[in-house]
T-cell receptor, first 114, second 113 residues
Framework: NAGVMQNPRHLVRRRGQEARLRCSPM?????VYWYRQLPEEGLKFMVY????????ESGMPKERFSAEFPKEGPSILRIQQVVRGDSAAYFC????????????FGSGTRLTVV | SQKIEQNSEALNIQEGKTATLTCNYT??????LQWYRQDPGRGPVFLLL?????KEKRKERLKVTFDTTLKQSLFHITASQPADSATYLC????????????FGAGTRLAVHP
């Protein structure tokens, strides 16, 4: 029973390129969340999705960032025209339908913009 | 403003002692409070959750208390071991039927042999 799978683990992009981060939730989980973490800082909420729906994107920058969770396939966090300030660890988590359960996190994607 | 505060300084304790970590929050009404462990370079791992109407929860060497009047949770690790060294994150799941977890910045625990 695989947990939350994120890929790639490490991603290097030049300024101006696009970064695409993937997340497959745990089997049976229908809720996906994306968080961003800078060194020595806590997890900052970005977006909460269910299949084909964005429930809350209040933590996501209005420009260059987008997220989706299609009917088939993984959830994607897309960052267009990356800048150095986008360098961070991006974590995906999933949870079941039942409210109040702990989240299961992936190992993260470490994005470095050069 | 809304805040979740955890000790920003690292907590250093001797093996075998009890570690106590604090989580205080302001201007939130959590339905649940959760604790996670995070090791360097890894994703957080869920440890325990406690509901707003519960005072205390235990799991093996872990104990969590939740005081909604003080707006505080305490997280205890008894008989601590060097393997318990990690960053511990407090997180709130807000009331109102919403499924979004808000995290504190975490406290780093170092258990010395």
């Amino acid at each position: 029973n695989a947990g939350v799978m994120q890929n790639p683990r490490h991603l290097v992009r030049r300024r101006g390129q696009e970064a695409r981060l993937r997340c497959s939730p745990m089997k049976g989980h229908s809720h996906v969340y994306w968080y961003r973490q800078l060194p020595e800082e806590g997890l900052k909420f970005m977006v909460y999705l269910q299949k084909e729906n964005i429930i809350d994107e209040s933590g996501m920058p209005k420009e260059r960032f987008s997220a989706e969770f299609p009917k088939e396939g993984p959830s994607i966090l897309r960052i267009q025209q990356v800048v150095r300030g986008d360098s961070a660890a991006y974590f995906c988590a999933s949870s079941p339908e039942t409210r109040g359960q702990g989240y299961t996190f992936g190992s993260g994607t470490r994005l470095t913009v050069v | 403003s809304q805040k979740i505060e955890q000790n920003s300084e690292a907590l250093n304790i001797q093996e075998g002692k009890t570690a106590t970590l604090t989580c205080n929050y302001t201007n939130y009404s959590p339905a649940y409070l959760q604790w996670y462990r995070q090791d360097p370079g890894r994703g957080p791992v869920f440890l325990l959750l406690i509901r707003e109407n519960e005072k205390e929860k235990r799991k093996e060497r872990l104990k969590v208390t939740f005081d909604t009047t003080l707006k505080q949770s305490l997280f205890h690790i008894t008989a601590s071991q060097p393997a318990d060294s990690a960053t511990y994150l407090c997180a709130l799941l807000l009331s109102g039927g919403y499924n979004k977890l808000i995290f504190g910045a975490g406290t780093r625990l170092a258990v010395h042999p």
